[in-house]
């Protein structure tokens, strides 16, 4: 009975993870059941930022570059557990999505940034 539930809560987790991370704007790699969930950094200069200030956060967190990714495939690679608790996520969840807007991580066409003035595309938008 035990087992079951820890189970069905790690589908959960990994539901609820990689959902949100999705609505920020990421782009994540894997198995949509997956509790292993690649987040893409793609630059291999913003993986060392991104680790660093996850760590100040006492937030783990492997990154991987190359070589045993191609060049422009940096990841992070985040392992959920049935363990983890909402506040526990919540508080990755928030600490990523103000890494995402730092070091402009969220590469997905469809974000929504907790932060949209920083995405204002008016302000990019050419004078006649």
Not at 14 to 32: A, S
Not at 58 to 71: D, H, N, R
Not at 111 to 126: I, N, V
């Amino acid at each position: 009975m035990a087992g079951l539930q820890r189970v069905q809560q790690l589908a959960k987790n990994t539901r609820y993870f990689r959902q949100r991370l999705n609505e920020m704007g990421f782009i994540i790699y894997g198995n949509e059941e997956s509790p292993v969930i690649p987040l893409l950094l793609y630059m291999p200069g913003k993986v060392a930022a991104f680790a660093r200030h996850l760590l100040k956060r006492k937030i783990g967190v492997v990154v991987v570059g190359f070589p045993a990714t191609p060049l422009a495939e940096a990841r992070a690679r985040f392992c959920i557990s049935a363990a983890h608790t909402r506040e526990q996520l919540d508080t990755v969840l928030e600490a990523l999505d103000e890494m995402g807007d730092l070091l402009y991580l969220k590469y997905s066409r469809h974000r929504k940034s907790a932060r949209p003035e920083l995405y204002d595309e008016t302000s990019f938008e050419l004078e006649d």
